[in-house]
């Protein structure tokens, strides 16, 4: 059987850029570079393994579960407008909405491990600060337009989500259930 075209995307922007510069003599290199990142990112998206929330993410917790699925589907949103090639406009609503959920998660889910004295919040809101301060990174890089559109830059934020979930999360479940949280 044949094999399918291996995928790969550029963006409307960068093909416009291409265009501009590509008629500026010595200009030719940026095209260049732009060209091999489209090309690394199709070999990226081609081994890359996309993760959805599925019951195996429960933390047993059902507000935190939900705070979890509106999560994964915001990153999943930009992922998608990511491959789309989508404006910088639309990347930093995306992103602004993530930053706003997630400090929202955040701190719901911080307050109930305060109420209950649950001994490893100390270092649980550190992790959560540090992804806060990467959504905001990437925040101010598309701002300034220097967002790379590339998957690598939603993949991080579906592993850190996955990661958080699975490693620091799920150790709060029979905590928070012995407290009568569920
Ligand atoms: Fe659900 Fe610790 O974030």
């Known amino acids: ?9 550029i963006s409307s922007e960068m093909l416009l850029v291409c265009g501009r510069k590509g008629a500026i003599k010595g200009a030719a290199a940026n095209c260049r570079q732009m060209i091999r990142a489209a090309y690394k ?58 930053a706003d959920y997630t400090k929202y998660h955040f701190s719901g889910e911080e307050e109930m491990l305060a109420k209950t004295n649950y001994p490893g919040l100390g270092s649980h809101r550190a992790q959560h600060q540090q992804f806060v301060k990467k959504v905001e990174e990437f925040r101010q890089d598309a701002a300034a337009g220097k967002l790379a559109q590339t998957i690598a830059v939603s993949t991080f934020l579906n592993d850190w989500l996955v990661n958080h979930i699975k490693r620091t999360d799920q150790q709060y479940s029979e905590h928070l259930n012995a407290n009568g949280i569920s």
């Open 41 to 98: 990112n199709a070999r990226l998206e081609a081994t890359v393994s996309w993760l959805d929330w599925d019951m195996s993410y429960s933390v047993k917790v059902k507000k935190c579960d939900d705070d979890h699925r509106k999560l994964f589907s915001l990153i999943k949103a930009l992922h998608e407008a990511m491959k789309a090639g989508k404006g910088a406009q639309v990347l930093q609503q995306i992103l602004k909405e993530l």
């Open 1 to 9: 059987m044949a094999k399918p075209p291996q995928r790969l995307f």
